[in-house]
């Protein structure tokens, strides 16, 4: 077995650990990634402990088969182990299981190579695929898997070019020292209100910000908060049920929409639907994901992708104190004058304009898929070439249901295939720890052909190290 990995983040650590479990001895395995990100992605290599996992600790093992190994690892004790730690941490133990994957790859004979490298193109070739690298390197691999997490923020529209060009725009707010440039007193409008911005918010708050923030999205809608304890999902009622195996979108809104008013914990409800979201949404027809996408998903989002309570909490009390303020509406321009970014808002469902004045415009709109809008490298360079076919809706790229990659014309590019959130438009749920980590298993599996394996084999005990103390 000859494959190469492409994204060195949660997914392709998860992967290639699955694999050395799987593989025969004598194979080999490249697992390629930025070199400040290797084995811990980006969202884990942030050095912001303020920023928090949005799962809680005891639900985040690497492998599907041990959910809590995680929280093993650190040798939590409850309250703690159903807490929400800091990111960092997280990139700790990834980077660990990483290490432990290649020393039990070494007793099988099973080679794991790292590479800290970025791929700029794919070349088919006789022998599988020569991967490109930006150093000018090159080398061959049988097979492929795709795993480059999200695609880099695209463009904003409607801003000036030396706007942008300053230092009052700020596009990627954890990178360079951004946050840490802008002066406390300092008047900040944030685009964007999902969990990006919340990690803005909090991270100006604990570095004394005083300025106000205001932060702007299309509905208004902030992230809401995880339960301080967590609590089982409720059961579905029978019409309810039959209109989730249906797909009828309709139906199941109306259904969601009647329970809500009697269950005591709406987040039970959401979490009830957690295990099928995959299914329900290859259920749904074009027209249905496509009415979703423009009228559900940023309520979806905020109830689905919740943020720890505690960091609420700071939210909270930031918009209680006037301090953050949000915004319904879009920014439809946005220059300088005379030292200050003036912005021309439209507030969600006025027909006037207004223009309002801040030092800083920074830029935190979360998540990115769109492959026909994007600007990363290696997936401009398949998508020009034909080996892959951008999703209908932007949501990724399309495959089979192995998560074999499919060209322009829709045909199976034979060992291409893909992971991770670029397979939002085939599953949706597709971002979150405990998917990403059963797709690793099963493509895994997959690509041994071995069987995948069902809860309760537990795979990482072969893999176990020295824990490190919390």
């Not at 908060?225 to 309810?240: D, E, F, Q, R």
């Not at 006025?350 to 809008?373: F, I, K, Q, Y």
Request: aromatic share 4%; hydrophobic share 45%; net charge positive.
């Amino acid at each position: 077995m000859d494959i190469a990995i492409i994204g060195a983040g949660f997914s392709g650590v998860a992967l290639a650990r699955g694999l050395v479990q799987r593989a025969a001895p004598g194979s080999r395995i490249v697992l390629l990634g930025h070199a400040e990100s290797h084995g811990r992605g980006v969202a884990y290599g942030t050095p912001y402990k303020e920023h928090c996992l949005n799962v809680r600790a005891c639900d985040l093992g690497i492998d599907p088969a041990a959910p809590a190994a995680f929280a093993d690892w650190l040798e939590l004790e409850s309250p703690t182990r159903e807490g929400f730690l800091p990111r960092m941490l997280y990139g700790d133990y990834l980077a660990e299981q990483l290490d432990a994957a290649i020393t039990w790859g070494e007793s099988r004979n099973v080679q794991l190579q790292c590479l800290h490298a970025d791929v700029v193109s794919l070349e088919r070739v006789t022998d599988g695929f020569r991967i490109y690298l930006a150093d000018g390197g090159s080398f061959i691999a049988a097979r492929v898997v795709l795993a480059p997490g999200a695609l880099p923020p695209q463009p904003m529209s409607g801003l000036d070019a030396d706007l942008v060009a300053s230092p009052n725009y700020i596009a990627t707010p954890f990178s360079g020292g951004a946050l840490e440039r802008i002066r406390p007193q300092a008047r900040v409008l944030v685009v964007g209100t999902g969990l990006t911005f919340a990690d803005v918010a909090i991270s100006l708050r604990r570095r004394g910000h005083r300025g106000r923030i205001d932060a702007l999205s299309r509905h208004g809608l902030a992230p809401l908060p995880h339960a301080l304890h967590p609590s089982a999902p409720v059961t579905l009622p029978p019409k309810l049920q039959r209109a989730w195996q249906e797909g009828d979108l309709h139906r199941v809104l109306r259904g969601l929409r009647e329970v809500a008013r009697v269950v005591d914990d709406w987040r039970r409800l959401i979490d009830a639907l957690r295990p099928d979201i995959q299914g329900f949404w290859q259920r749904l027809d074009t027209t249905q994901r496509r009415r979703f996408l423009r009228h559900l998903r940023s309520y979806w989002d905020v109830h689905r992708h919740r943020i720890a309570p505690q960091l609420h909490e700071e939210l909270q009390a930031m918009r209680d104190s006037g301090q953050l303020q949000i915004h319904a509406g879009r920014l439809l321009h946005a220059g300088l004058d005379r030292g200050k970014v003036v912005s021309v808002l439209r507030d969600r469902g006025a027909s006037t304009t207004r223009a309002v004045t801040h030092d800083v415009l920074l830029r935190a709109t979360g998540l990115e898929v769109d492959v026909n809008r994007t600007r990363h490298a290696l997936l401009v360079h398949l998508r020009e070439a034909g080996l892959v076919r951008p999703d209908a809706l932007g949501l990724g790229l399309e495959t089979d249901a192995d998560g074999t990659v499919l060209d322009r014309q829709g045909r199976v590019v034979p060992g291409l295939h893909l992971l991770g959130p670029l397979q939002c438009g085939q599953l949706w749920e597709i971002i979150a720890i405990p998917e990403l980590r059963r797709a690793a298993v099963a493509l895994a599996a997959h690509l041994t052909g071995e069987p995948t394996p069902v809860a309760g084999e537990d795979a990482a005990a072969d893999l176990s190290r020295p824990r490190l103390s919390a």
